[in-house]
């Protein structure tokens, strides 16, 4: 079961960090498409630091972190302040980087087919699609593509149908009511566990 939860977890990693520069892929179809590609790249060329550089690059450029952000912190985004929110996203961002560069290196042997693309109102798509390796059953990964104006990016991805940025929220939401009711404690939290990574 460890395995199997680790597979997931690394497909997420890989479905939310990783994708190529929007002008390489002019559709969402094509940008998901690179993802797996460039994350192997990464993974094979790149160890410790100049790993954890390149995903961070990955991330700013190819995804719409603020929105994720947002999503993650759910109702508590509108509580909190302008430097509780830059603080958070700092902090989310480290968080997210170190945590997943050191759990790719099982990616090696994967492939990503995708299956549908939907498209949806107000630039948002919705892309289906199979993440294999040989040995193992494939994973479904929706993804979701958003164009705020800035180009296609990533906004989230569901894994096996769980959302792994509405599961952030739970995670986060359950933090903030165990601890005082405010955000402040989290962003602390977060804020120690990318310090210490």
């Given at each position: 079961?460890?395995?199997?939860?680790?597979?997931?977890?690394?497909?997420?990693?890989?479905?939310?960090?990783?994708?190529?520069?929007?002008?390489?892929a002019?559709?969402?179809?094509?940008?998901?498409?690179?993802?797996?590609?460039?994350?192997?790249?990464?993974?094979?060329?790149?160890?410790?630091?100049t790993?954890?550089?390149?995903?961070r690059?990955?991330?700013?450029?190819?995804?719409?972190?603020?929105?994720?952000?947002?999503?993650?912190?759910?109702?508590?985004?509108?509580?909190?302040?302008?430097?509780?929110?830059?603080?958070?996203?700092?902090?989310?961002?480290?968080?997210?980087?170190?945590?997943?560069?050191?759990?790719?290196?099982?990616?090696?042997?994967?492939?990503?087919?995708?299956?549908?693309?939907?498209?949806?109102p107000?630039?948002?798509?919705?892309?289906?699609?199979?993440?294999?390796?040989?040995?193992?059953?494939?994973?479904?990964?929706?993804?979701?593509?958003?164009?705020?104006?800035?180009?296609?990016?990533?906004?989230?991805?569901?894994?096996?149908?769980?959302?792994?940025?509405?599961?952030?929220?739970?995670?986060?939401?359950?933090?903030?009511?165990?601890?005082?009711?405010?955000?402040?404690?989290?962003?602390?939290?977060?804020?120690?566990?990318?310090?210490r990574?």
């Open positions: 079961m460890r395995k199997v939860f680790d597979v997931l977890l690394a497909a997420g990693a890989a479905a939310l960090l990783f994708a190529l520069p929007v002008w390489a002019a559709d969402p179809a094509q940008l998901v498409k690179s993802v797996t590609a460039h994350v192997i790249d990464i993974v094979k060329a790149k160890t410790g630091a790993r954890e550089a390149a995903f690059e990955v991330l700013r450029t190819d995804f719409d972190l603020p929105y994720m952000a947002r999503l993650a912190l759910g109702t508590h985004w509108n509580e909190a302040s302008e430097q509780q929110r830059a603080r958070f996203l700092a902090a989310l961002e480290t968080a997210e980087v170190r945590a997943y560069s050191e759990r790719l290196g099982m990616l090696a042997g994967f492939t990503l087919t995708i299956d549908k693309v939907d498209s949806r107000n630039g948002v798509w919705i892309v289906d699609s199979l993440l294999s390796q040989a040995s193992r059953q494939p994973i479904k990964l929706e993804w979701e593509v958003r164009d705020n104006g800035q180009g296609p990016r990533i906004a989230d991805v569901k894994i096996a149908g769980v959302s792994m940025f509405l599961t952030k929220r739970s995670e986060f939401n359950s933090y903030i009511l165990n601890n005082g009711g405010t955000v402040e404690p989290l962003v602390k939290e977060l804020e120690v566990r990318a310090a990574q």
